[in-house]
């Protein structure tokens, strides 16, 4: 199956094409704030890239969140579409997974261990608290110890129980905090593993496909996480 994998969550857009798990054509590139213009013509540039056309494509797979809201909601509306118009579904991925997976894994396949006791990925969500969840890896399978949360930066730091690698752009803010604060042995990952990839979305969507893990387009809602603090008049769809 040919898939579409999408991330508009973070200040990059990145896509890949994949058939099943190899990945034939991907764009990961800084946008700015016009990036809901360049979408579409990106997404076309692969497919002739690849020499494939949009009907070609059996399903859509989603870094659905959290993170940024604006972009997060322009990804979102943009796949809808497509699915909608193809009759296609969707396989939606949480970016903390994408994230967990950055520092786990090669180009193509993840690595069967992780040499860490934890990876916990950490996306900047304004007022000192972060999108966050806290991860091991073992065996090629990633296990998840921390439901997906806003929370500050000091109460997760007290959450997690032994040697740590970080990553994600909300280490531009709280990386000395963590430093001044952490009680076990940290370690930082480089900034190219800050960032959501397609591809790793493209290879999580797959096992997801491969167990029917599908959603409708019309029923789908991306992670949206908010603050105990913030106070959301509307619910978005």
Known sequence: M????????????????????K?????????????????IPEIDKILKKAKLKLKDIGCI?????PGSLTALRIGAATVKGFALVLKIKIVSVPTLDVLAYNI??????PQAEC??????????????????????????????HLKYSVIPVA?????????????????????????????HNAEFAPER???????????LGYGLIKNKK???ADKFIPMYLYPKDVQVRNSVK
Request: charged content about 25%.
């Open 2 to 21: 040919r898939i579409l994998a999408v991330d508009t969550t973070s200040k990059y857009l990145s896509l890949a094409l994949a058939e099943g798990e």
């Open 23 to 39: 990945v034939i054509a991907s764009f990961h590139r800084v946008m700015d704030q016009r990036q809901c213009e360049r979408i």
């Open 61 to 65: 797979a989603f870094s659905k969140g």
């Open 104 to 109: 786990c894994k090669g180009d193509t396949l």
């Open 115 to 144: 040499p860490h006791g934890f990876v916990v990925p950490i996306v900047d969500a304004r007022r000192g608290n972060v999108y966050t969840s806290v991860y091991s890896l073992k065996n090629g399978k990633l296990r998840r």
């Open 155 to 183: 109460e997760l730091l007290k959450s997690i129980k032994g040697d740590t690698i970080f990553l994600g752009d909300g280490l531009v803010a709280y990386k000395k905090t963590i430093e001044g604060n952490f009680r």
């Open 193 to 203: 593993y800050w960032y959501p990839r397609a591809t790793t979305v493209a290879h």
């Open 214 to 216: 599908f959603e409708e």
